[in-house]
């Protein structure tokens, strides 16, 4: 297949493998192509439409940036096609027997398997699967309910609701197909939103340590300043001693608002010049 549409009005390109897209969809790949660390370029698949983390049908690639929300809690739902050795001809003129079988062997919506139909070799691969998801993420673990593993492993070869389905088709030669469409049940779901809730937390963190840095930066410049202007006062007094003898009458002047008396020895010239004695009497 080849690209169908590119939009170019983004900071990186979005290419379209479809002429057929919704105008919900375009918006919203639009402003995935718009981030700041969204790689290269942004692809749409045929299946592309409006999703709520991200567009479903896109790929986005990243640099140096992970968005659990753009995989979301359809993490474990994917696509696959089948060729089987059929033939349109060998197909009969009605499908229905063929679509009980299938809905007979595939649980559809919340429906699952019984116990006794999980081969023990897939529930124990999924089980030595998720001991080392729940170990490496014990809070996911919390979350997780009684149960759940093994929940989880009767969800193997279910469809689940939505639009997730299993289709008969053909191809342009009459070839017979089988394609599945199939959900991430409700393992995708425990993860989906155990991860986003996590970078939801980081993401807060971040904002606030970055608050916090913002704070400390204008305390300092504000420390900074307060320091210049005292080396700036005391070069000043140091350059002109008149100057300096007024400051310490000025000093002094605050200093006898707190006293019942003040007794100068020598006159002005001794207040110039030598030493400036307070008494102070109570009486």
């Given at each position: 297949?080849?690209?169908?549409?590119?939009?170019?009005?983004t900071?990186v390109?979005?290419?379209i493998?479809?002429?057929?897209?919704?105008?919900t969809?375009?918006?919203?790949l639009?402003?995935?192509?718009n981030?700041?660390?969204?790689h290269?370029?942004v692809?749409?698949m045929?299946d592309?439409?409006l999703?709520?983390g991200?567009?479903?049908g896109?790929v986005?690639?990243?640099?140096?940036?992970?968005?659990?929300a753009s995989?979301?809690?359809?993490?474990?739902?994917?696509?696959m096609?089948?060729?089987?050795s059929?033939k349109?001809?060998q197909?009969?003129?009605n499908?229905?027997q063929?679509?009980?079988?299938?809905?007979?062997a595939?649980?559809?919506?919340f429906?699952?398997?019984?116990?006794r139909n999980?081969?023990?070799?897939?529930?124990?691969?999924?089980?030595?699967g998720?001991?080392?998801i729940?170990?490496?993420?014990p809070k996911l673990a919390?979350?997780?309910?009684?149960?759940t593993s093994?929940r989880?492993?009767?969800?193997?070869?279910t469809?689940?609701?939505g639009?997730?389905f299993i289709?008969v088709?053909l191809?342009?030669e009459?070839k017979?197909?089988?394609?599945?469409h199939?959900?991430?049940r409700?393992i995708?779901?425990?993860i989906g939103s155990?991860f986003?809730?996590?970078a939801?937390?980081?993401?807060n963190?971040?904002?606030e340590a970055e608050?916090?840095a913002?704070?400390n930066v204008i305390?300092r410049r504000e420390e900074?300043?307060?320091?210049?202007?005292?080396?700036n006062?005391?070069?000043?007094?140091?350059e002109?001693?008149?100057l300096?003898?007024l400051?310490?009458?000025?000093?002094l002047e605050k200093v006898t608002?707190?006293?019942?008396r003040?007794t100068?020895?020598?006159?002005l010239?001794g207040?110039?010049n030598?030493t400036?004695?307070i008494?102070l009497?109570s009486?």
């Amino acid at each position: 297949m080849t690209v169908k549409n590119t939009i170019s009005d983004t900071r990186v390109p979005v290419k379209i493998w479809t002429d057929e897209i919704e105008d919900t969809a375009t918006d919203q790949l639009k402003n995935i192509a718009n981030l700041p660390f969204v790689h290269h370029h942004v692809a749409a698949m045929p299946d592309v439409h409006l999703g709520i983390g991200a567009t479903i049908g896109s790929v986005i690639p990243t640099h140096k940036a992970i968005i659990p929300a753009s995989v979301g809690v359809d993490i474990g739902c994917g696509m696959m096609a089948v060729e089987t050795s059929l033939k349109a001809e060998q197909l009969p003129d009605n499908l229905r027997q063929l679509r009980l079988a299938i809905e007979s062997a595939v649980p559809v919506g919340f429906n699952m398997h019984s116990v006794r139909n999980i081969p023990e070799a897939v529930a124990g691969t999924v089980n030595a699967g998720l001991v080392r998801i729940l170990t490496k993420y014990p809070k996911l673990a919390e979350n997780a309910k009684r149960g759940t593993s093994q929940r989880w492993a009767r969800q193997i070869g279910t469809l689940g609701g939505g639009n997730h389905f299993i289709e008969v088709c053909l191809d342009t030669e009459g070839k017979v197909w089988v394609m599945l469409h199939s959900g991430s049940r409700g393992i995708g779901n425990k993860i989906g939103s155990h991860f986003i809730a996590e970078a939801k937390d980081i993401l807060n963190r971040v904002v606030e340590a970055e608050k916090v840095a913002q704070a400390n930066v204008i305390r300092r410049r504000e420390e900074t300043a307060a320091t210049r202007s005292l080396l700036n006062t005391a070069k000043l007094m140091d350059e002109n001693p008149t100057l300096m003898r007024l400051k310490e009458l000025e000093t002094l002047e605050k200093v006898t608002e707190k006293v019942d008396r003040l007794t100068v020895f020598g006159g002005l010239d001794g207040v110039l010049n030598d030493t400036v004695r307070i008494n102070l009497d109570s009486n």
